[in-house]
């Protein structure tokens, strides 16, 4: 038999632990690509996420280019120009910046993008909790063991990509099948993406196992957690998938600890569970939100 009785496949895990597992693929993979930094810098290493999940993609979902009508050109080039920027300002952020304080800034974004509009109290609740965790994380008298202020506005340049991609995605949906848009949006991030890459020299530094390394980028911070939230989202809410993915800047903290041996001040843990709880209260009391979802 092909499916199981209850009419999903037999392989598809339930949708908790699917978000889970997407979360800490993607931070996980996110701190293997700062490993590569220092061979192949972090525009090289974010075209080697992007143009690999590009491919990888495009052999899955096979998108019809030479059909698509005026009206899916018009929404997916401006798509993918945005998410290829999303990725370049983080990776760049994360090049100056701890792993988890990347995540938590970069939340700022789709979190104004949910309250964006709203008179509900509870909604300027989260906005101020959101803001009272960016300021402890802000630099704002520098110093020996302050963040790099580039760093800090990089990440939140990365936000406010992601709440921009969150809003041409939803357009993007209208016009598209769920993973022919995202392969097709993924071609032109890489055309975004690869002339800073190649700009700082990614031909040259290029090695097969450097190669290997940015496959498995691709495969942790793209393929593997695209698949398991849309598994996901076949069965969550919106409500209840963006309370999950408020775990990310906590499992970016961690993973950042583990693997990159990044440790976080007292101030800046506070930091980040004032921004994940404000993305968890903006999640649990939306009304019609789209939730945060990575690329």
Known sequence: MNEAPSGRPPWTLPPIPAVLLAVISVQGGAAFAKELFPA????GTAGMRIGLSAILLFAVFRPPLTRL???QWGAVI???VVLGAMNLSFYMALERIPLGLAVTLEFAGPLALAVFGSR???DFLWVVLAAAGIALITPWRGGV????LLGVLLALLAGGFWAAYIVLGGRVSKVFLGGQSVAT??????LTVLPFSFAEGLAARLTPPLFAGGLAVALLSGAIPFTLEMMALRVLSSRTFGILMSLEPAAAALSGLVFLRERLTVTQWLALVFVSAASAG???TA???PPPVDA
């Open 287 to 289: 009304r019609r939100v």
């Open 145 to 148: 063991g302050s963040l790099d």
């Open 78 to 80: 401006p798509y993918g």
């Open 40 to 43: 192949l810098g972090a525009a």
């Open 282 to 284: 903006a999640a649990l």
């Open 185 to 190: 949006g993924m071609l032109f991030a890489a």
């Open 120 to 122: 509900r109290a509870s």
């Open 69 to 71: 009508t005026r009206a």
